[in-house]
């Protein structure tokens, strides 16, 4: 933490750009510019089409129900606004929980439509019969890095995330970031180009989160 500490000005100063972080109703914003102040970075809560727009770092942040995350962006009328500044302006975007599997074309929790930037789609977890494990996933799990990312520039460290989720992204290996065991691999984190997703809460995860959303915004 100290280093973190110790770094936020140099952060400051070496990131122009300011984050901007997705109010669609359904995402933990206070925690996320609580920590992103505490780190050094800049944010800023965007909501229309206008801003989201011209974002030039982006965070989607979600917690809930697919379909109800989905029908907020659709009311809001931010779902061309997202594909307009992460698919045309190739704006760095880190999906955060449901914010991850949202990402994706579909969710078997729910009927609506994804956001479909990456093709990918959210399952429930299985754990194998007779396992103690129990879904919602709720707790602290170490995270197996699988390939070097702005999200994880390191493929040996050993870090530690706190999960709440019922469901996780399946997709294709090329864009898999990092993963957990429960019972069997599961996909926790994804990377393809300037589009990436964690299925934990880096806001909840004490240096660890800190240090992913520092290298997030300082390296994507």
């Known amino acids: 933490m100290s280093e973190v500490m110790g770094s936020k000005k140099e952060i400051r100063r070496g990131c122009a750009r300011v984050v901007s972080i997705v109010d669609y109703g359904v995402g933990n914003i206070a925690s996320l510019i609580n920590m992103f102040d505490f780190i ?6 965007v909501s229309s089409y206008a801003s989201l727009v011209e974002a030039e770092c982006l965070i989607l942040p979600g917690v809930g129900a697919f379909d109800t995350a989905m ?5 809001r009328c931010l779902i061309d606004a997202l594909g307009e500044a992460v698919l045309g ?3 760095p975007v880190l999906g955060i929980c449901l914010g991850m599997q ?3 074309y579909s969710s078997e929790e729910g009927r609506e439509r994804g956001l479909s930037l990456i093709d990918a789609r959210a399952v429930r ?3 194998p019969p007779k396992s103690d494990l129990r879904v919602p996933h709720v707790g602290w ?3 197996t890095v699988k390939r070097p990312s702005p999200v994880f520039p390191t493929v040996n460290s050993l870090e530690r995330f706190y999960f709440v989720h019922s469901y996780a992204l399946e997709c294709s290996d090329s864009i898999v970031a990092g993963t957990i065991d429960f019972g069997q691999e599961v996909c926790c984190a994804v990377a393809k180009d300037n589009i990436f997703g964690v299925q934990f809460h880096p806001e909840k995860s004490h240096r660890f989160g800190m240090r992913l959303l520092k290298d997030f915004v300082l390296n994507a």
């Open 71 to 75: 029908a907020e962006l659709n009311r």
């Open 125 to 127: 977890l299985r754990p």
């Open 102 to 104: 949202i990402l994706g």
């Open 141 to 143: 799990a170490d995270v």
């Open 40 to 45: 050094g970075v800049n944010s800023r809560v």
């Open 89 to 91: 302006r190739r704006v």
